[in-house]
């Protein structure tokens, strides 16, 4: 953030120094100013809810996921032996998470951790599965793996979907016609002059905003940091803790 902050104060030094030092006198500056302003509200704004949807659509699928991994550690209690194994294997797929503080570490590196799960899951014994607990629970198992695995390709696919080289060029080619023209604008006051200031610098951030967007960067920059702990806190059984002592202090 502190970045995109630097680069907005440089950004409106310079157009500040531009509005005030080059004037330029063009007679048919309205119908510039029109075309330009139509055209970067229309792509900039397809761009953003286009942006905006993948965004909201990976939030989905990182909250299903956490929850999904979640879920198979609290069903495998049904059989202890096994919730040991589960419960290091899901740490271990979240430590990478944390150490990187990069929720798509395992989008961008092979991950194995829907394999070492289905075979932790598949050392139950015919005893253990004969209950009819554990054989119902153990079929919602399979169906979870299974999902987790499409939740991983969604992800993917949901990743990539980034704005293509000659979209940038039009994004800025028309935010640069979009600046330049509001200076096509006849003025002798302080106050036009300010407007034009404050129109470039939202060209700026809308710019910005959509990098953020392309990006995913817009989740903050720890947010993998406190996604994993989350996890952490049920694996460590610190959200049970927290239960029983507000059940004991509702008592």
């Given at each position: 953030m502190e970045k995109y902050l630097f680069l907005t104060l440089i950004f409106a030094v310079f157009y500040i120094l531009f509005v005030v030092?080059?004037?330029?006198?063009?007679?048919?500056?309205?119908?510039i100013i029109v075309g330009s302003v139509f055209f970067f509200t229309f792509f900039s704004g397809?761009?953003?809810?286009?942006?905006?949807?993948?965004?909201?659509?990976?939030?989905?699928?990182?909250?299903?996921?956490?929850?999904?991994?979640?879920?198979?550690?609290r069903i495998s209690g049904l059989v202890p032996r096994i919730q040991g194994e589960t419960r290091e294997i899901i740490r271990e797929h979240y430590k990478k998470i944390e150490e990187s503080n990069n929720w798509a570490y395992h989008i961008l590196n092979p991950s194995i951790?829907?394999?070492?799960?289905?075979?932790?899951?598949?050392?139950?014994?015919?005893?253990?599965?004969?209950?009819?607990?554990?054989?119902?629970?153990?079929?919602?198992?399979?169906?979870?793996?299974?999902?987790?695995?499409?939740?991983?390709?969604?992800m993917i696919i949901l990743y990539h979907?980034?704005?293509?080289?000659?979209?940038?060029?039009?994004?800025?080619?028309?935010?640069?016609?979009?600046?330049?023209?509001?200076?096509?604008?006849?003025?002798?006051?302080?106050?036009?002059?300010?407007?034009?200031?404050?129109?470039?610098i939202t060209v700026f951030l809308?710019?910005?905003?959509?990098?953020?967007?392309?990006?995913l960067a817009i989740f903050g920059k720890d947010f993998a940091k406190r996604t994993a702990r989350d996890i952490f806190r049920i694996l460590d059984e610190k959200d049970i803790e927290e239960i029983k002592k507000f059940l004991t202090g509702r008592d």
């Open positions: 030092f080059v004037r330029i006198d063009i007679k048919e500056y309205p119908e397809f761009f953003i809810a286009r942006q905006s949807d993948r965004f909201s659509r990976v939030q989905e699928v990182i909250a299903s996921t956490d929850g999904m991994f979640s879920y198979l550690y951790t829907i394999t070492n799960l289905t075979k932790t899951f598949g050392k139950v014994t015919p005893e253990e599965a004969s209950s009819p607990v554990v054989a119902q629970a153990f079929q919602v198992i399979w169906i979870a793996l299974s999902q987790l695995q499409e939740l991983r390709k969604k979907q980034k704005l293509l080289l000659f979209q940038w060029i039009i994004i800025y080619i028309l935010a640069g016609l979009f600046v330049f023209s509001f200076n096509l604008l006849p003025s002798n006051s302080f106050l036009v002059d300010f407007l034009k200031v404050v129109f470039g809308c710019i910005i905003l959509l990098k953020q967007l392309n990006d």
